[in-house]
């Protein structure tokens, strides 16, 4: 399997505790998982998968903030926008390419982190997008490799073209109107980018009306629905000790939305 998975949502449907659900359940299935981690506010997604120090962001390696900004700044000047940058000089990049110190893990899972926002005034997030599109799109994967990346939250990502590498991108929902319209957003602008949007999982759920309710209200918005995850004390337990996500609690709605996505991207591998 050679996979790029985006997973996307708005800011505090447990979007990251869905990655590492998902990160589990392919290495239960004996794949490679490469984490990127491209949500430039978050903290805890290293944990979550049991790993004790985040690497060093990959903005460093290539030149740090203000180095990219400067890059983008004399493309605006030239007429190119930021869509004309390399930041790496070979054409590829595969998992063994990247520096220790920019990535943690084991050989079954491992984790890299574009950047995060660290002090105040320190401007917006955009040099990150832009790191995280090029990383991306040079980013190279192999038999039983995959990538899963914890996109920033929101929809302002789109904005940088970072699907455009990707095979498939989901979107989180958790059981408010917000996340709905969100989802609904998500869906237009992956497909009027021309990449893949293969449905929702459903996170934090407490009752089987709302599982109902916001099955309902996906199929009215043509949104496949991959699976539930239900509100497990297990994992807000887990993210209260900074301890790695149970993958035990979640292994079977974990499997079943893992074997729906792959249902999905199958399906539409074929009528393309």
């Not at 060093?56 to 930021?82: C, H, R």
């Not at 309902?216 to 497990?232: A, F, K, P, V």
């Not at 297990?234 to 209260?240: K, N, Q, S, Y």
Request: one cysteine or more; charged letters at 25%; proline letters at 3%.
């Amino acid at each position: 399997m050679e996979m790029k998975i985006a997973v996307c949502g708005k800011g505090g449907c447990g979007k990251s505790t869905v990655v590492a659900v998902l990160a589990y359940e392919f290495q239960r299935r004996d794949q490679q998982v490469l984490v990127v981690d491209s949500d430039e506010s978050n903290s805890g997604l290293h944990w979550m998968l049991g790993i004790e120090n985040p690497p060093k962001p990959l903005i460093d390696f290539v030149g740090g903030k203000q180095e990219i900004q400067n890059k983008m700044f004399t493309g605006f000047t030239a007429g190119s926008g930021d869509a004309s940058l390399s930041l790496w000089r070979q054409n590829e990049i595969a998992m063994d390419d990247i520096p220790e110190a920019h990535i943690e893990g084991t050989n079954r899972s491992r984790l890299v982190v574009t950047g995060k926002i660290g002090r105040i005034f320190e401007g917006c997030a955009c040099p990150m997008g832009v790191v995280t599109r090029e990383f991306l799109k040079k980013l190279r994967i192999d038999d039983n490799e995959m990538a899963i990346v914890d996109m920033e939250a929101g929809i302002e990502h789109f904005g940088r073209g970072i699907e455009s590498s990707l095979d498939a991108v989901i979107v989180v929902v958790e059981p408010s109107l917000e996340s709905l319209s969100i989802a609904e957003k998500t869906k237009k602008l992956t497909e009027s980018g021309g990449a893949r949007f293969a449905g929702a999982v459903i996170n934090k759920i407490r009752s089987e009306a709302n599982r109902k309710r916001l099955i309902q209200e996906l199929t009215r918005r043509n949104i496949i629905e991959l699976g539930c995850l239900q509100y497990h004390e297990a994992l807000v337990a887990d993210g209260l000790y900074g301890s790695p996500v149970n993958s035990e609690v979640t292994k079977i709605e974990a499997g079943t939305i893992v074997d729906r996505l792959l249902d999905v991207i199958r399906i539409n591998a074929r009528s393309v």
